[in-house]
Structures are given as C-alpha cells and as structure tokens.
C-alpha cells in the first residue's frame, strides 16, 4: 500500500489559550483557539509546509546557504522530473551539476552568490574536459535553479537576476572542447554489425532505420500500442520525449518494418515486444544448439547458472542498454589491431562506435532527399522544421549538379 502521511494537529495551548501546532519541531502559536483566524492561519501554515516538502519555508533573517537551497531544489527536483513514475535524465543532470556548485561554494551564503561565481563554476568545468554544449546545459540547470529559489522567496530576485546575465559558452571563444555533429551511419557499417548481434537487436536497429524512429520509442514497442487495422501499422508510444508539450506521436510502420517486426507480436498485448531475457534465451539455446562437446561430458545446459545472479535480463530494453549492445557488436566487428596500448584501444573502440541515434539520423537524410523537408519533419516528429534540419543532413549531390551546369 502507498504510504500516506498525516498532517500535525491544530491544538490548545493550556497556559495561553491559544491555538498551536508544532512543525519542525517549532511550536507556531495561531491566536484564540476556536477562533475563524487562528484556523485559516493553521490551514495557510499546513499549505505553504505541504508545497514546501512537508519543512517550514525559513525565516526571513535566516542566512541560507547554497547547499542548503540546493538540497530544496533536488527534492523538487525528485518529483517534478518524473514521467510515468520514472526519474528521467533531467534529475540525474540536476544532482550533477548541484554538486559541482555545492564543492565549490556549498557553505556560501545564498544571498552572496554572483555572476563571478558562476563564471569560476564554468572554468571548472572546462577544466574537467566538458564539452562547450555540455558546459551549456549545465549552466542552464544553474539559472533554472536559481529561479526556483526566487519563487520559494529562498533568495532576493536581485541574486537570480544577476545571475541570469551570465552569457553561454560561444563557439570559438573559449577553451572548451566542441564537439562534432551527429552524422548518419552507412548502412554497410550497420550491416556488418549486426553480424555480431542477436536477433532481438537486429529486430530493432533494421525497424529503427526504417521508421526514423527514437531508440527509446523501438525500446517500448508493444502490441497493444500498434494499429494493424491498414495497410500501413500506426505506432503510439505509450510514452515518448515530448508528450508533457501534450503532443501526440504516431510512427508510420511500411510493409518491409511490419514483416520484421510480426514475429515479435506473438505475446501479450502489455508485453514488450523486445525483450533482454527473451534475447538472452536466444542466445543460449544457439550456443546449446552449437555445442561440439557430447552431453555426456562437461557441464549439462543450466547447471553451472547461479541460483541469485547479481544481475538479470530485464523485461525491456532502455535506451541504454540498446546502445550498450550495439557498442559490444561494433567492437567485434571491428577489432582494434594488435600492439595498441590500453588507451589507443579505448580510443579506437570509440571512433569505430556508432550509436543507434545515428540510424535516425540516416532515415531523416534519405526521406529529406527523396520527399523533402517537410516529409522529414513529419516522419521525425518535430513541430518545427528547424529540428528536423539537424538531423536530416542537406543534399549535396544537388549543389554539385548546379556547380556542374552553371560552372
């Protein structure tokens, strides 16, 4: 059963007549028990203690640290940051960057907290080797906290405002590193990785670049959110990146996706129609199936398992343990050469990687040549043509044939 809380009573206060309760250990005295006043000013009290994480706002001469704001903004943060009961990635880069803040000026008095701080917090980072986009979102993280702290009356708007005049990292103009764009994948390199794959991942990778759709969408797919009822299947994630802007998604499934992924519709309804464990069963049975030792010698199929294992196939893949996969197939298929340090392997297993966003990436490039942008922006699901644009790349054999006729 869910855990349920009770609110502190209103009470009397013998010695004073007067209406009290007691929050965070401070007894808060209300006025004339009974009276209409002292019961609004309780009910007001328990409102402003329940929105603020059942504790008491402070008091207005009470010198808040940044650790302190900090650890308000992160329990706001637990449960804001949520979609279908999950924590999603917007948390764990929130607890990220508050530690940072909290190592450098935890026990600064939050009122004390400048531009010249957030500037030092920015060197850090780039001394930590974070990329300028990175760096960027970061500081976002900051400037929204500080806003949060603002509407909590936690600090003088005057610190946020200031606060909000720190620029972002520009491309050129610092010493951060940049990063380079995210390009297509050759289908020739996506081919000669899936050799090195099961037939669960091979499943979605061939889907995902056929339907242009998000790793986390090919992740979730289940029966029961596929319409089969015309030639072409509509796909509704049950949950995907932009239904809290209250947008619906629906992904196009053609004839050649339908025929890969029918063999995967065989189960329940609610069940996932790309499983780990089933994966998992894959695996074992071929390499039972493969076994070169009789049956009678070494161990027999099941026996040498443990009865706990630490870890244990999941009922659904995420988004990262797809790219995981994938990563491990890439690095079979393309083995670093022999004599490399440990640090020239990890740099070549790291150049010779491609992620499964890449796929999505070459599905908008070749829907953008052959039906334009805007059929992109369709298929991609993006409310503005200006997203679509960075993942569907331009079509240069177009520029190269007006060079050729006008020289």
Not at 2 to 12: D, E, F, I, M
Not at 116 to 124: G, N, P
Not at 265 to 284: I, N, T, V, W
Not at 338 to 351: F, N, R, V
Request: glycine share 6%.
């Amino acid at each position: 059963m869910p855990k349920t809380y009770s609110h502190p009573g209103y009470r009397l206060h013998k010695a004073t007549r007067q209406a009290v309760v007691t929050l965070d250990g401070r007894t808060l005295y209300l006025g004339r028990y009974g009276s209409k006043a002292s019961q609004e000013k309780y009910d007001r009290l328990i409102l402003e203690w329940a929105a603020n994480g059942r504790s008491l706002p402070p008091e207005p001469d009470q010198q808040l640290t940044l650790v302190e704001i900090a650890a308000g903004y992160k329990r706001f943060a637990h449960g804001y940051y949520r979609k279908h009961g999950k924590l999603t990635d917007t948390y764990h880069a929130v607890c990220r960057t508050l530690q940072l803040v909290c190592s450098l000026y935890g026990r600064t008095p939050a009122a004390e907290f400048s531009p010249r701080a957030v500037k030092a917090i920015l060197h850090q980072m780039i001394g930590k080797n974070w990329s300028r986009k990175f760096i960027n979102e970061n500081l976002a993280v900051i400037k929204r906290w500080m806003k949060w702290a603002v509407s909590e009356e936690l600090i003088p708007v005057e610190v946020q405002q200031a606060v909000e005049v720190v620029p972002g990292l520009r491309k050129g103009r610092s010493a951060a590193k940049e990063t380079g764009p995210v390009l297509p994948v050759d289908d020739a390199i996506v081919e000669q990785t899936l050799q090195h794959v099961g037939p669960v991942v091979a499943a979605m990778v061939r889907i995902q670049r056929l339907t242009a759709m998000r790793p986390s969408e090919v992740c979730l797919m289940r029966p029961c959110d596929i319409d089969r009822s015309g030639d072409v299947w509509v796909y509704m994630p049950a949950e995907h990146k932009t239904e809290h802007h209250d947008i619906t998604r629906r992904v196009a499934i053609g004839a050649k996706a339908q025929e890969i992924l029918l063999p995967f519709l065989d189960r329940e309804p609610e069940a996932y129609c790309f499983s780990p464990s089933e994966s998992e069963q894959m695996r074992r049975a071929a390499k039972s199936a493969n076994r070169k030792t009789p049956l009678s010698y070494g161990n027999r199929p099941g026996t040498n398992r443990k009865d706990k294992p630490k870890k244990s196939p999941r009922d659904s893949y995420d988004k990262d343990s797809y790219r995981r996969a994938i990563h491990r197939a890439c690095d079979l298929a393309f083995p670093a050469p022999s004599g490399l340090t440990k640090q020239q392997i990890a740099d070549w297993q790291s150049e010779h990687r491609w992620a499964p966003n890449r796929l999505r990436h070459t599905a908008a490039t070749e829907i953008r040549k052959l039906y334009g942008l805007e059929a992109a922006q369709v298929v991609l699901g993006h409310q503005q043509a200006a997203i679509t644009q960075v993942y569907a790349e331009r079509d240069l054999h177009k520029a190269l044939e007006v060079a050729a006729q006008i020289g």
